[in-house]
């Protein structure tokens, strides 16, 4: 059973994996023969030597640090976005009222608002929260409310007919048809909660991955901040592939997976 599913792990990405090595042996060479300086772009035997040097302070410290923004802005947004998305199912004029603004809510740069929450809860955690919430939150709402908006009609004058409430149509009907919606919605929200909390740890953090790369790149060590940003993308990947495996089991109990 695992030799099974490492083959077939290994035919679908082995074209990333085999593109992800010559992307490094390239930068290897290019930065070895000395064509770009290596406080602009270090090498990677480079950025893993500073990522080993650094190692107790990188995964001590500050990846630990950021993992606490990011799973706590991940779970207010999960929490507070589903509640609004069934909402605005729910009462189609909380929908329209709604909608625009979150839409609006989108172009308004996090960067712009970040000083705003340090003003308000200041250089705490709850800062950096606030930026994550606002960063994962969009995504969660419209994957709930388009998840639960779609392919339901007939499932519902069905369920009308057996005389079904309201409630009971959305539990039966709605909620399971909107899992890979909703899903979708959390794949791409807790990968903004990464991007959220190195946001917010670069404009007024004392911890965390993004202040770490922040403060090395003020001293141009390179090799360092590009640890910090390699710990950040392995992060994101990471809690993008537990949601995915989360979304396998759900709708596999559901039959939507073979």
Known sequence: MTTVFYRRL?????????????????WETVSRLGLIPPFILPAPTAIWGALMEERRLLFGVHLPATLLEVLTGFALSVFCGSLLGTGMH???????????????????????????????????????????????????????YDGLGKNTEQYRELLLTLGANRWQILRKAAVPLALPSFFSGLKLSVVYCVIGA?????????????????????????????????LLSALGITLFLCIATLEKLFLKKRGRYS
Do not use: C, D, H
């Not at 679908?12 to 390239?26: D, F, G, N, R, W």
């Not at 917010?200 to 403060?215: H, N, V």
């Open 198 to 230: 190195t946001i917010g740890e670069w404009l007024g953090g004392s911890r965390g991955l993004g202040y770490f790369s922040r403060r090395m790149a003020g001293n141009l060590q390179s090799a360092e901040m590009f640890a910090a940003v390699v």
């Open 90 to 144: 729910l009462f189609r004029p909380l929908a329209k009222a709604l909608y625009p603004l979150l839409i609006i809510s989108q172009t308004i740069p996090l960067v712009a608002l970040s000083p705003l929450f340090i003003m308000w809860f200041g250089y705490t955690l709850w800062s950096k929260v606030a930026v994550v919430f606002l960063t994962a939150f969009f995504p969660v709402v419209v994957g709930t």
């Open 10 to 26: 290994l035919r679908e990405y082995s074209p990333a994996i085999l593109l992800v090595l010559l992307i490094l042996a390239v």
